[in-house]
């Protein structure tokens, strides 16, 4: 078999990049050894925020009455909330499907390894391998769940992400590794249904890439909710006594044991470059990331990378983005290379976070003299409403320019409003220019503008 582009793997970065080159007329293949749509679509975006959903509506129906409604007899069904997630996983990955005949893509199911130039050999469930030709290849394999050296997943006591979402009973204690959004985001779930949750961090505090008010914020929220949290703190072992976990974590203050049902390892994750041939083509890797130019072109002729296996944000729309602009180039157009300091990133917690940009501390380490606008959804008329008053929007700006350095965000829907700045700041739009733009009232998007106007000095309801 022939095609002029054939992508390995079919998450976010694969099938968008697919997609693209067919719509461009390339004749395109897309190698998935297992449920197209990858991780994202199976196992990490879309279940897991079906999950939170449950939570979420459990937390609204626990807090009917501050609402004027009276509710009886309701309980977490954990089973079924684990098959709802799954259902949706599972309707996403059909969607894949479709999209991939209505694009008129071959589909090849099987394990590929890049065997020589312009080849690629597919191994199916049978184990016989057939070989695919292709102009031009693009791999786009994704990340798993990372493993820490001393704490061995065993899919049952030990546990990463995926066993995280399909467990067969609800734990009643669970130990999170790591305060990232996965963790974090599986903090939420647990917790809100009722089981007892320990985050235990390395760095000196949670959400450690965000600023560090939302770090607060969230660590208050957290703590608030019952939620134990140990940083500069790590799990130095595990060990299984009559079915429960016995966890020694090395603290700031000594070494203490903890126990609980089930351990969830938290700790970032991998990139999956394993059998891929990389070596035999001399394409050329750095710290468990492939080495790429502007335009996702590796050291091998013909051959591409995009995706968490690249260096940037291991992101579902970052590699959205980067299997777009890699298409792109491939069929002769010239786009703009990717702005990894314009993108955003979100975490969804209850309240949720989201971010782009500098942080405060990070601007100022650039030497910007700058501008810091903070408004708390506790002043918002929509938050009050709306029973969401935790959180803030945070904005900082050059103080020379008027330059958007950065937006911090925590709260009700702030993931869907961290856009605004995104796109402000891709259109080199200044603080003046976003108080001159009205904002509806009332909602929760006035809080952008109210936080840019505090850092004019020009806030009216603070």
């Known amino acids: 078999m022939k095609f002029d582009i054939a992508v390995i793997g079919s998450g976010p970065g694969g099938y968008v990049a697919a997609i693209r080159a067919a719509q461009l007329g390339k004749k395109v293949a897309i190698i998935e050894k297992a449920d197209l749509g990858g991780v994202c679509l199976n196992w990490g975006c879309i279940p897991t925020k079906a999950l939170l959903k449950s939570a979420q509506v459990f937390e609204y129906i626990n807090h009917a009455a501050d609402y004027g409604i009276t509710v009886k007899d309701h309980k977490v069904d954990f089973d079924g909330m684990v098959k709802r997630s799954r259902g949706v996983a599972d309707g996403m990955s059909k969607g894949i499907a479709f999209l991939m005949k209505k694009n008129k893509i071959e589909v090849i199911k099987g394990s590929a390894k890049l065997a020589g130039k312009g080849k690629i050999s597919v191994t199916g469930d049978d184990g016989k391998a057939q070989i695919v030709e292709a102009d031009h290849t693009i791999l786009a394999t994704g990340s798993r769940s990372r493993e820490l050296p001393n704490i061995k997943i065993d899919g049952k006591h030990v546990i990463g992400y995926r066993e995280a979402m399909v467990l067969p009973k609800q734990p009643k204690e669970l130990i999170i590794i790591g305060s990232g959004a996965i963790g974090m985001e599986f903090a939420y779930f647990y917790s809100s249904i009722g089981t007892k949750v320990t985050i235990v961090e390395f760095m000196p505090r949670i959400l450690p890439i965000e600023d560090e008010d939302v770090s607060k914020a969230m660590s208050m929220v957290y703590k608030k909710r019952g939620i134990e949290i140990l940083t500069e703190s790590s799990v130095e072992k595990v060990d299984i006594k009559k079915d429960r976990c016995i966890v020694t974590v090395k603290t700031k203050n000594g070494e203490v044991t903890l126990e609980s049902d089930i351990v969830l390892s938290a700790a970032g994750v991998q990139t999956n470059l394993e059998n891929l041939g990389l070596e035999e083509m001399g394409i050329k890797s750095d710290k468990g990331k492939v080495v790429v130019d502007d335009f996702y072109r590796t050291s091998a002729p013909g051959v591409y990378a995009i995706g968490d296996i690249v260096p940037g ?34 975490t969804y917690t209850h309240p949720e976070v989201a971010s782009v940009g500098y942080t405060e501390a990070q601007a100022k380490e650039k030497g910007y003299e700058i501008m810091v606008g903070k408004f708390p959804f506790s002043a918002s008329g929509k938050a009050a409403a709306g029973g969401h008053k935790d959180g803030f929007v945070k904005v900082i700006f050059d103080k020379k320019y008027g330059e958007w350095l950065g937006c911090h965000m925590v709260g009700e829907g702030v993931t869907d409003m961290i856009i605004e700045a995104v796109v402000a700041r891709n259109l080199e739009t200044t603080g003046l220019e976003i108080l001159k733009s009205i904002h509806p009232h009332p909602t929760m998007s006035e809080a952008v503008m109210e936080a840019v106007a505090q850092a004019y000095g020009e806030c009216i309801h603070l």
Do not use: D, F, K, T
């Open 313 to 346: 944000p291991a992101l579902a729309h970052v590699a959205s983005a980067e299997g777009i602009i890699c298409v792109e180039a491939i069929c002769g157009h010239h786009p703009a290379p990717l702005n990894y300091g314009n993108i955003p990133g979100c």
